[in-house]
Structure formats: C-alpha cells, structure tokens
C-alpha cells in the first residue's frame, strides 16, 4: 500500500471538465481564494480550440516555497469529465488522490491501489437542490468547490467573500452560490474522512502581489503609456489583450465634459490592415499598438518592412503559440522568435521586448510605446499563451507621476524654423535617428515623401546604389543605439563565475529557481542570465564571454533565442547548449533539470563540486 | 517620361486664391508617368481643385498603395505630406493616419490592380468605416507598372495586349462602394476636366468617405485592339508598338460633353467606349436608384459618369466611435494617463 502524499502549501491539484460547463469561473475561484490565503500559487489554464464540449484542463501549482512554474505529475485529480478519465487516473502520482462525482460508479477497470479515490455524488445533490437546468450545470462546479474547501482546509469567509464581490449589484445570485458551496462541504464534512493529507494553510506569502493575466497587463500599459489607436484582428491567445484595453479605457479614457473617448479601437478586417492602421497611426503621431499571435504576425510581414525602412513607430504584441492553422492554437510556445527578429523582406531586424511577469507586460507595454516613437521603428513585445491567458502572481503596478512620454524627435512648427538644413532621414546626432515631421505641422517647411528605401538624406526618390547602402549602414547604426536602450538582462551570478551557466527569457524564467536550486543539489553550480530585450546589450555577449558552456533555456524546437545569439554575437555554436521544450505545455523544472543533468552526465564532466574545493 | 523640369516661376498673372497662392503652389515634382498617362490629368485635376478650394496644402496628408497610380501623389501638393505605402494597403494606413488626426484632408490614390485585387478587402473594409476622405481609383483595366496584366475591372471578352481574351467577370468599385454604405460615389474621366475638376471639389468637401472611380487611360498597355477601357493614339504604329520598350508620346485625351448626352471616346485601336453623362435632373440621394441606373447602363454597354450617389449628411468614423474632436495624436499625458492613484485602484481590484 502506497503511503498517501503528505504536504501542506505544496501540491499541484488539476481540474478536469468539459468546455463551456461554467467550471473556469469555479476554477479561478478555487486558485483565487489560496490567493487571497496568502499562498503563492499558479492557475493554468489547458483548453481546446472550442467552445463548448471538448475536454479542458485548469491545473494549479500550490507552492508556499513560491515555485511557480509548472511541475510534473499531479496530487489531486479533480476529474469531472468521464470522457478523460483513462488519462486523468494515468496523470496521477503514486500516493495521490482523485476526486470525481460519485453519481454514477468509477469505472472498475480504471481505478489505482496507489490512489486515494473521493466520490461525491454531485449531480445527485444538485438534483435535490436545484431545479434550474442551467443552475444545475452551473452549480456543480460550485460544489466540488464547497467539497475541496472542506478537504483542503479553504477558509470558508475568503469563499463566500468572493461570491459576495462577484455578484454585487445582483445580490440574488449569492444566496444559491453559497447553497452550492455548503451542499459540497457538508457532504464532504459529513461522508468522507477531513481534512486530506495534503492541504492549505494561511501563509504570508504573496505580500503585497496581485493576480493578473499579461494581456490585461499589457493593456493596461498602453492606457498608462498613452497609447490612442489600437487596431487588431481576433485571435486566440491575443484576444483579450484588445478586448481589456477597451473595456479599460471606455471607463478610464473619457473627456470629462463631453464624455466622448480619447481612444480608437478598430477591429480590422484582418492582421495585414490591423497593422497598416498601427502604421498609418504612428506615421500620423498617434501612439498606437496591435496585439496578434503567430498567423497574425506572418500576415504583417511586409509591412513591418516597410516601417522598419520608412522608420515609422509602431508597437506589437505576439502572444505566441503553437503551430499554424487548426491543432494546437491554445498550447503555448516562444517559437515565433526569429520571424519576429527578421520579420519582413530585405535586410531587416526589429527590437523585442521579452517579459517574464505581467509586471512586465505593463512596463514594457508603456516602454515599447516610448522606444517605437524614439527609435522610429517597430517594437514587438513576445509574450506567450501562458503568460498572456493565465493568472500570474506579480508584483503591483507603478506609476510615477512625473513621467513624461517619450515622444522621441519630433520637429514641431517652431523648430522647422530654427533647423536650416532639415532631411528627415539625416543623422544629425550621431545616433542613427533623423528627425521626423507630421503631417499638418507648417505651411511651407517640413513635408516629405514617406516610401520603403528609394530615397535620400532629404526623402527625395533616387535609385542610386551608393545612397541606398549609405542608408542601410545609418539603419545599423541605430540598431546599435536600440541595444543600449532594450531592458538590460537580469543576471544572478556570484562575485566569482561559475563555469557554466544558463539563459533564459519569458515564461521560462518562473520554473528557474526551482530548476537551478535541484541542480546545485545534484553538484551542478549555474549562474543565470534572463535576456529582456534584442539587440542583446553588450551585458548579454559578457555573460557568454565569462562562461565556458551556457545553456540556452526556451520553448520551441529550433532553439531560436541560441540562433539569434550566434548570428548577432559572432559564438561558437558549441558553447550554446540548447535546451528545448515545445510540447505545447509550460515549461516545468524537471525538464531543465533533466537536460542540464544530461548533458553534464553524457559530457562526463566533473560535477562542480569535484573540482572546486 | 516627361524631362522637361516644369519652370518655378510664377507667372504674374495666374490666379491666385483666397489664401493669395496660384495652382503652381498646389504642384508636385515632375511626373516620372508615361507622356499622356490619364493618371497626370487625375493630378492636375487633384491640383486644380485644392487650389481653387483654397485647401492649405499643407493640411491634407496623400497615401496612395503601389502602382503607376499611386506614385502619383508625389506629382501634386507638394507642401503635404505623402505616404506610398504597400500594395493594396493604403485604406488601413490611411485608416489609421484619419483615427490619430481628423483635421486633415485625406487624399487616397489607388489603382484598380491596387483597389480591386490585392487590395480588395481592403477597399470594401475602408468603405463600410466611412473615414472621412477622398478615395481615387486611376482606373486603367491594366496593371501599368508591371507591364499590362489583366486588372479584376477589365470587362469580360476584352483582350490583354497579348491577344489573350479576359474570362472573368469584371468588379465594379463604385457599384461596390454604393452597396456598402461610401456615402459620396462618382465616376468619371481623366480627361473630363469639367466634370473631375467639380466631383473632387465636393468629394473634398464631403465630410465622410468619398469615393471616385475615375476611368484613365494607359498609354503603355492598354492601347491595343480588344481593350475596352483605353485608347491607342495613332493606330498605324501598332508595327513599332510591337517593341515591348516603346512608349509613344502623345497628348492626353480630353473630353468635354454635356449632361445626360453619351460621349464616344475614340480607342487608338478603333474601338471606342462609351461614356452617359448622369442627366441634371438624376437624383444621386437615393442608393437604389443609383445601383439600377448603374446597372441598367452596364447592360447597355455604356459607363455612366458623374456623381452617382450622395448622403448630404454623412457620418464618419470619428462619430461613429464618439472619439474626441481634438486630433488623438495632440493628446499628452494631462489627457491619456489615467495616473498613479487610478493604478492603485486597478490593483486593488486584482487582489
Ligand atoms: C505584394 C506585392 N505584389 C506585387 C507587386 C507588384 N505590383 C506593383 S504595381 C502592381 C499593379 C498595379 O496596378 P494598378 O493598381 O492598377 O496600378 P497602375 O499601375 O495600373 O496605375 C503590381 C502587381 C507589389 N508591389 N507588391
Ligand atoms: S504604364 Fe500606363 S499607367 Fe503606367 S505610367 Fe505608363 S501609361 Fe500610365
Ligand atoms: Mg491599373
């Protein structure tokens, strides 16, 4: 007999349902009221490309120890979908415990000795309870939820205090929640054996965190950074980044008097026009923003061109995912990496911003507004599924009210009258970047024609080889300029180097501290580098120059991120050491652990420990 | 291509307009078009009709796609800004320019391969937003710039400089444009000074989406036997038009017919093509009449001209979002961010 799992704050437990049954509200709710608990922990959310009727997944990490990358194997099954039973049972770790609604019998044939099984006959309490079909599908998940708070030690008053905020305004509905809540917890109280081996317990761990996706993050960083023109085309995982930034700036971005809107929001017909819109608003001086995945980025690809070479400002973001066309649309990946990098036809590169936290997502949605109008280019922001859709714990957002937006060179009447020799694309300062006019601005000085690469210092058409070079080399030397704007890397490294060491960016970096903290366990010592932005600042090539082997950490299979240091750093191939994930699921610890372990076994080298005294 | 540089010179006695300028102020740079490409006389009609608006040029912003046509906002106004963006997406980029500035004049020049085939979707999509702008299409029936393909506008049965016959149905824009809520439709012909010159003044008067169809004639591609919407100039030199890289000088044609008469306009090859100016008493205010007069003269083999349809109260974009009359570009930080307490809300609301 297999010894049931003991923890307390440290388990993951996983939610199996339906699609479109109502259980991702009940779901957030569950993660939420840990939250408010105090206990670090990590929602995700594993859906199908559906609305209703396919199976769907919500898994929790519960990690006191605040491990909040993903972890293999699960200790609690929460498995309300018959159809994915085989799996669910399957996913279990020996010791763990399995949750299902005990109406109808679990399958005989499917059931582990090394499984805890708890049934709750739900659909027969609701069916005393409720009369309501709706309410009756509705509510069950509202009831496992009641179960688990008794299992699990919920606090009952953070539960029922969510129902309260939740519904405010429609009071009737809280009274039947509760009913729900309690329908679960007293069978749970009553029929099964509480609380379990594993549960929670009020902790201090998330300070002052909020718990945010990074699309309503970034969204909220454009309506902090100013942005007034956003234009995008649906699409899975980006959606929501649009539909939050409405929904925010209807309420925060209203002319007091007329109470008329300060924003834009174009749903276009598809990425090609959301992006030309981004473009035509930029060339205009509107700060303005796209959000998209990768079909949406591919379709944009001439025209990011054409900004990069016109030198027009635009920001978007790619919250990446798997694959084109049908298949895996709702996994996540960071394998748009290099389209994004190289996005378009000719010789073109483009400055990323990579996040980690939906911290991020909202500083680097207001610093991408401000690089795009002072770097003159396009600005893309990777994001990922896991990151965009997911609530994450973060840090608070900040704003310093002093900040002014960057408006980056822009020559206003005034100024037209004082500059005695103006070309828009001269570099006067050294730094790569001309200054730019708008439309609009004065009578006789100013105008210019904006078009791709056929045109001189003064925005005059030629065709001449010798001045289109001499463009493409000013072009270079502002990409120099943008690797000394990007966000610098985050690198943890001791007062001495450690011979080896990791690099990681996005939503890699959560399962690191817990990856490099079993390494070192094992002997293996790393120091780490998280990359925030391209072009790599010269902190990025130091990193690389300091170690003998560095791993690259990232979640697609061509190693992107290694290929982008090799090409733009001038290294030696065999000292980046890729290690990839890209089934399509968030990184875990145990991956990066198991590769780093793996090579370091299959290269014999000494553990560190052997060599250093 | 014409070399001559036209003189900067203003002649003392050109008319000047309310803002004391002459149409010389309203040109561009020399056209780098064929010698009497129908896309030069759309521009100096375009020249005519700001100047004698008395249109601050440097308050109207010109975007066009790519083709021999949408290099022509680069040969007028020369005191405004000018966007040749990317093939069939200037409505998005003027799209977006119109959102981030509203007190501008907006200057679209497209061309039927532009408009009508890659940029298709486009088109429908700019129409149905309704921003407040003057939309040109330089029709040809050919692709210009990439040497005389089949445009989606090309009449069915016509021929391609090939010989080769087009087999597909052709696209009206302006009957598309009706249908789909422009609230300003007219057609016209480049070389119809007295009709284009008064249709642009009032499309750039339109407070809302403007949309004119204007036939134009290519030189280069379309002269030849078979082609419906074109002309060959001097048809005993078909033999030297045999030379892919000889392009044969001429004048651009020119027009002049009264309302509700039709005007045959002589094809170089000798086929002609019919043109039924809109009589005076045609009521443009009503879309179904004009999409059966559209359709009733399409029957009939002839291309209606003049100002097909009108809203005489349009609404734009601009209204139909509710955005704020100053342009969204002018606006700073006093007006965009919401500020650091509102973010203290914002994450309380996320605890
Ligand atoms: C994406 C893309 N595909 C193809 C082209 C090549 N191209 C340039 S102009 C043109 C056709 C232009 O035809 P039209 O819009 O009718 O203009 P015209 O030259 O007849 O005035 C094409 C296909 C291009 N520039 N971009
Ligand atoms: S090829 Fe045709 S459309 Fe182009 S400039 Fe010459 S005449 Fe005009
Ligand atoms: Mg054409």
Known sequence: MTVPIQAVNDFVIKFANVNGSGSASANGMFAKALFRMGIPCAPRNIFPSNIQGLPTWFEVRVSEAGHLGRREGIDLMVAMNAETYADDVAEVRPGGFLLHDSTKPFPKALRRDDVTFIGVPIAELILHEFSDPKQRQLFKNIVYVGALAELLQIEWDVLTGMLEEQFKGKEKLIGPNVRALEIGRDYA???????????????????????????????LGFLWGGATVAAWYPITPSTSLAEAFEQH???LRKDPGSDRHR?????AEDELSAIGMVIGAGWNGARSFTATSGPGLSLMQEFLGLAYFAEIPAVLVDVQRAGPSTGMPTRTQQSDLLLAAYASHGDTKHVLLLPSTPKECFDFAVEALDLAERLQTPIMIMTDLDLGMNDHISPPFQWDDARRYDRGKVLDADGLEQVKDWGRYLDVDGDGIGWRTLPGTHPEKGSFFTRGTSRDEYAKYTERGEIYQRNMERLQKKWATAATLVPKAEIREGAKSKPCGVIFYGTSAPPMPEALAALKQQGIDLDSMRVRGFPFGAEVYEFIERHEEVFVIEQNRDGQ????????????????????????????????ERQIAE?????RKPRLSEVTP | MTFVAKPKTHHPKLPRNELGLTRRDYEGAVSTLCAGCGHDSVSAAIIQACHELSIPAHRVAKLSGIGCSSKTPTYFLGKSHGFNSVHGRMPSVATGANMANRELYYIGISGDGDSASIGLGQ?????????NMTYVVDNNGTYGLTKGQFSATNDKGSTSKKGVPNLYEPIDLAMMAIQIGATFVARSFSGDKEQLVPLLKAALKHEGFAFLDVISPCVAFNNHNGSTKSYEYVRGHSSALALADLIPTRDAIEVDYAPGAAEDVAMPDGSTLRLRKLRDDYDPRNRVTAMD?????????EIVTGLLFLDDDPSDCHEILGTVDEPLASLGEAELCPGSERLETINAAFR
């Open chain 1, 189 to 219: 109280r009553d029929y099964l054996e509480t609380p379990l081996p594993i549960r929670v317990r009020r902790c201090d761990g998330v300070g002052d965190s909020i718990l945010i996706d990074g699309n309503t993050a970034a969204a």
């Open chain 1, 599 to 603: 090579h370091f076994a299959a290269m």
């Open chain 2, 123 to 131: 088109f429908a999509h700019i129409v149905r937003r309704r921003i």
């Open chain 1, 249 to 251: 700036a209807s309420k």
């Open chain 2, 293 to 301: 007069t559209l359709m009733r003269m399409n029957e009939k083999g």
């Open chain 1, 561 to 592: 991120l290694r290929s982008l240091l090799v090409i733009e750093g001038d290294i030696d191939p065999a000292r980046l050491v890729p290690v990839l994930h890209y089934d399509g699921m968030p990184l875990s610890a145990q991956v990066v």
């Open chain 1, 263 to 267: 924003f834009a929001v174009l749903q």
